[in-house]
């Protein structure tokens, strides 16, 4: 299984003919992601071609989801067009809405965050300024390579994309059940505890390896709720142990204020509940290539 995306997933790219979403389209479908058309209000009707497939594209994210069946979106738009995108995913009520896009205003992404949870909560948006999500070897929705790893039974929760490459890599020989990349900024729609909460409940993910990093407190959350609530292994790694305060490092929400968002606090919080929390990259990998070999 996975979890938000598998091989029967239909997917949509909106900007898809775009210089972005048409390099990414084309390698989404080397990864054998099943696309079935794009949105472009201005070159609806027309038809595109990548890997020797013709797709359609369409003039709104409802009509696509009628004609074709789609259930996933990935956007591909630029920062200032990219709040109208996803509110027309939202109120097509697709299930699933991957936003690539960095750069976006956080004010945009807090009005579409929470036109999302006003209007029902019908659409998990994944996002903004992340890789997407991959479920090795059944489906890929955004930049995350395919070829870097395997299908397994880990799941990957991670804020940095290159960290979740990393990781990815490190455990290519184990495995990985989805991977997904929720992004640094200070808004995004789902969190470290959505995926916890997935991860938990899917039968074929039996440990979860989590990336976090300095700013904010959504690791100090995440352990709470593990805690509570997570009752398969969890490992953990959060980068910036050398960040200066008041340096926003990477990702707009990767910003040290006084005592609040250190990494050695989140690496305190989750080992308090239980989480082994590595050094660096490596050393997470090992400590969960250690947990699985002890499952066999």
């Not at 398969?232 to 980068?239: D, E, L, Q, R, T």
């Not at 006084?258 to 990998?285: F, I």
Request: charged fraction near 20%; proline fraction near 5%; include cysteine.
């Amino acid at each position: 299984m996975a979890i938000w995306l598998t091989e029967a997933s239909k997917v949509i790219v909106q900007g898809m003919t775009g210089s972005e979403g048409s390099k990414h389209t084309a390698r989404m479908l080397r990864a054998g992601t099943t696309i079935v058309g794009g949105v472009n209000a201005r070159k609806a009707g027309q038809i595109a071609t990548y890997e020797g497939r013709d797709l359609p594209v369409f003039g709104t994210v409802a009509e696509a989801m009628t004609e074709t069946g789609a259930d996933v979106s990935v956007v591909f738009v630029p920062p200032r067009f990219t709040k109208d995108a996803v509110v027309e995913a939202i109120d097509a009520e697709i299930p699933l809405c991957v936003v690539i896009t960095e750069g976006i205003p956080v004010h945009d992404s807090t009005w579409f965050w929470a036109h999302a949870v006003a209007t029902g909560d019908k659409t998990r948006i994944i996002g903004p300024n992340c890789p997407g999500i991959a479920s090795p070897g059944k489906s890929n929705a955004g930049i995350i390579p395919a070829d870097i790893t395997t299908p397994g039974r880990i799941g990957l929760v991670s804020k940095s994309g290159t960290l979740t490459y990393q990781m990815m890599y490190e455990l290519r020989d184990v495995g990985f059940s989805t991977c997904v990349g929720i992004g640094g900024d200070p808004v995004i729609g789902t969190t470290h505890i959505d995926a916890l909460t997935a991860f938990q409940a899917d039968p074929e993910t039996d440990a979860v390896v989590m990336i976090g990093e300095i700013g904010g407190d959504a690791e100090e959350r995440a352990a709470a709720y593990i805690e509570e609530h997570v009752t398969k292994p969890v490992v953990g790694y959060v980068a910036g142990f050398t960040a200066p305060e008041g340096k926003t490092m990477g990702h707009a929400g990767a910003i040290v204020s006084g005592s609040t968002g250190t990494a050695q606090a989140k690496k305190d919080a989750l080992e308090k509940v239980g989480v082994r929390v590595g050094k660096t990259p490596s050393e997470t990998a090992r400590l969960m290539r250690e947990i699985m070999r002890s499952r066999d």
